[in-house]
T-cell receptor, first 109, second 113 residues
Framework: GENVEQHPSTLSVQEGDSAVIKCTYS??????FPWYKQELGKGPQLIID?????GEKKDQRIAVTLNKTAKHFSLHITETQPEDSAVYFC????????FGTGTSLTVIP | DGGITQSPKYLFRKEGQNVTLSCEQN?????MYWYRQDPGQGLRLIYY???????QKGDIAEGYSVSREKKESFPLTVTSAQKNPTAFYLC????????????FGPGTRLTVL
C-alpha cells in the first residue's frame, strides 16, 4: 500500500515568518493530496488540496506544491499568525486515503 | 447547518465491555469512514462504507465492528476483543469514493479504565 512520510514532526516559527511542511508518497497511482489542520481536541479540517494534474494551488496565505516525478508535495504558510498553531496532516489518496504522521506547528508571537 | 456529528465527546469504558460510538452526517454523502488516532501517529483507517448495507475493513479492523443501515449513520462498536482501545476516534464522510474530499467530525475520545 501507500506510504506517506511527513517532515518535520515539529516546527516553531516566529510570527510573520513562513512555514513549510513536506510530504513524500510512494504509490504513483495516488492522485489527490489534501492538507488538514487539526486543533487540540478537534477533528481535522481541510485547508487546501491539490490533484495530480495541477502543480501548485494557492489560497490567501497558504499554498501547496506538487512534484509528481519526485513524488512529493509541500504546504507553504506565509505571514504566519498565532492562530496557525496546530497539527497539520498531509494525505495521499488513490484507492484509499493515507495520512502522514502530522506536524505540530507553533507560531511564536 | 450541514455537518458531521459524533457522540459522545468523551467515553469511558471498563475492560471487557463493548461500546458504540455514534456518527451522523446530514451532508447527503454516500461514503463514510472511521479512523483511529493515537498520539504521534497519523490517522489509521478502521472501516469504511461507500453505500448503505455495505462496508469494508480498513487497516486496523480487528476488534471493531460497524453497520450502515441508513445513509446518514455509521456507528462503530469497539468490542472487548480490541486489546488497546484507548484512542481518539474520528468519523469522516465524502460525497462518493476514496479520492473525494473527506470531511471530519469532532471526534470521540475513548478511555478504558
Amino acid at each position: 500500500g501507500e506510504n506517506v512520510e511527513q517532515h518535520p514532526s515539529t516546527l516553531s516559527v516566529q510570527e510573520g515568518d513562513s512555514a513549510v511542511i513536506k510530504c513524500t508518497y510512494s504509490d504513483s497511482a495516488s492522485n489527490y493530496f489534501p492538507w488538514y489542520k487539526q486543533e487540540l481536541g478537534k477533528g481535522p479540517q481541510l485547508i487546501i488540496d491539490i490533484r495530480s494534474n495541477v502543480g501548485e494551488k494557492k489560497d490567501q496565505r497558504i499554498a501547496v506544491t506538487l512534484n509528481k516525478t519526485a513524488k512529493h508535495f509541500s504546504l507553504h504558510i506565509t505571514e504566519t499568525q498565532p492562530e496557525d498553531s496546530a497539527v497539520y496532516f498531509c494525505a495521499a489518496s488513490g484507492y484509499q486515503f493515507y495520512f502522514g504522521t502530522g506536524t505540530s506547528l507553533t507560531v511564536i508571537p | 447547518d450541514g455537518g458531521i456529528t459524533q457522540s459522545p465527546k468523551y467515553l469511558f469504558r471498563k475492560e471487557g465491555q463493548n461500546v458504540t460510538l455514534s456518527c451522523e452526517q446530514n451532508l447527503n454523502h454516500d461514503a463514510m469512514y472511521w479512523y483511529r488516532q493515537d498520539p504521534g501517529q497519523g490517522l489509521r483507517l478502521i472501516y469504511y462504507s461507500q453505500i448503505v448495507n455495505d462496508f469494508q475493513k480498513g487497516d486496523i479492523a480487528e476488534g471493531y465492528s460497524v453497520s450502515r443501515e441508513k445513509k446518514e449513520s455509521f456507528p462503530l462498536t469497539v468490542t472487548s476483543a480490541q486489546k488497546n482501545p484507548t484512542a481518539f476516534y474520528l468519523c469522516a464522510s465524502s460525497m462518493w469514493g476514496s479520492t473525494d474530499t473527506q470531511y471530519f467530525g469532532p471526534g470521540t475520545r475513548l478511555t478504558v479504565l
